[in-house]
């Protein structure tokens, strides 16, 4: 019988330095931070990454003279850089999808989206299965996905309620209004509070979600940030002089938008909350809700699959013994090791050089064809 009892130190030994040894460890290792990009082209992907960064670090595929024609995405692109502030490292991947609403069919757009998150689902697992795996699993997985909703349209579409129920499912969503700078005050009010109404409406499951294990102090900050959702925000990383001070904003006729000016846009609060309060966590989040459950149902999958084949080889075998009046087979050998991946196969089939044994590979294909179905 085990007890477990509290006790609190009367002498100094040391262990609340925890944070700052875990904290020192992540520095020198480095985090892997993976961001999808979905909207429109020329919605503002591009430019509010490089001004979260506050570095352009990706080319936008706006025009740069007034001849020249707009760019477009028309696949995944994938960047990857890494990025030091001080002691710390992020390894920092953006993944940049083609625009939306673009195709003359957009019925199924988010497929490759949803495919691709998918994909680094299955190469994580086919990592962590490994029989000798690398002691850090390169983590390619998305742990956020910056939903660009288009100013002009007031509100969800059809399309983008279909699309973001659709990556709710398996990643964490943070529904953007880019280009704010295009709406008045009143108008970018009436924009937010549809959009809220339509995320409540359609129990669309953007980030944050509660979570049990949030203190109160979390709840609050939580519940703060789903009231300013959809972040409405103003990218540029051209600075001005304004009363003697440098800022960055974008410059009309009319004035400079400040865009680090909090009465002007939510992009300071965006920031924030991406990088200094909730990074780690829509890092945890994805390992431990999405992954975990697509980790999960494969799992139970594979078992399924080795429970079932014993029975299928028997009445198999059974079959082609009443077809061909022959000895009956060799009772079924169970390849039953502490491997879960493990199948039952038929003693004969064992002995065949020619028969592969159940492995990584099989898994691996397993998986693939479990997803495409
Ligand atoms: N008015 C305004 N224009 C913007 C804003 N962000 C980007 N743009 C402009 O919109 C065009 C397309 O931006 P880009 O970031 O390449 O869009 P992407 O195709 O979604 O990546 C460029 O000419 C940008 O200068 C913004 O917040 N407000
Ligand atoms: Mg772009």
């Known amino acids: 019988m085990s007890k477990q009892q509290s006790v609190k130190l009367t002498d100094y030994v040391g262990f609340d330095t925890i944070a700052a040894q875990i904290g020192k460890k992540i520095f020198k290792k480095g985090l892997n931070f993976n961001i999808m990009l979905v909207g429109e082209s020329g919605s503002g992907k591009t430019t509010l990454v490089n001004t979260i960064f506050s570095k352009n670090f990706l080319e936008s595929s706006g025009r740069k003279q007034a001849a020249e024609k707009s760019r477009k995405t ?6 990857t850089s890494v990025l030091t502030e001080s002691n710390a490292k992020v390894r920092l991947t953006v993944i940049d999808t083609p625009g939306f609403g673009e195709q003359i069919n957009n019925e199924n757009c988010w497929v490759p989206l ?9 190469a994580y697992l086919e990592n962590e299965i490994k029989p000798e795996r690398e002691r850090v699993i390169p983590d390619t997985r998305v742990h956020v996905c910056l939903y660009f909703l288009n100013s002009g349209y007031r509100g969800l579409r059809q399309i983008d309620i279909e699309v973001l129920k659709r990556l709710c499912e398996v990643v964490n969503v943070v529904p953007v209004l880019s280009k704010a ?30 979570n049990p294990q949030d203190d109160q102090a979390e ?19 051209l600075t001005y002089e304004e009363d003697g001070e440098i800022i960055k904003g974008r410059k009309n006729p009319w004035g400079i938008i400040n865009i680090e000016n909090k009465d002007h846009c939510d992009f300071v609060l965006m920031r924030d909350f991406l990088l200094r309060t909730h990074l780690i966590d829509l890092v945890e989040v994805t390992s431990y809700k999405y992954y975990e459950s697509f980790r999960t149902e494969q799992l139970q999958h594979i078992r399924d699959m080795r429970g079932a084949q014993p029975a299928q080889t028997t009445q198999q075998a059974q079959q082609t013994q009443q077809a061909q009046q022959v000895q009956p087979t060799q009772p079924t050998q169970q390849a039953q ?35 495409s179905k």
């Open 219 to 237: 709840i609050e900050l939580n519940n703060k940030v789903k009231k300013v959702m959809p972040f409405a925000v103003v990218g540029s990383n």
């Open 337 to 371: 090791s502490a491997n879960p991946f493990s199948i039952a196969i038929p003693a004969q089939q064992a002995k065949s050089p020619s028969f592969t044994k159940p492995s990584v590979q099989s898994s691996r294909k397993y998986i693939s064809n479990a997803l």
């Open 114 to 122: 949803v495919k691709y998150i998918k994909d680094q689902h299955v």
């Open 74 to 79: 028309t696949e995944i692109l994938i960047t």
């Open 181 to 210: 700078d295009t709406l008045t005050v009143d108008e970018k009010m009436k924009v937010k509070e549809k959009v809220r109404e339509a995320i409540e409406l359609h129990r669309i499951n953007i980030y944050p979600q509660p």
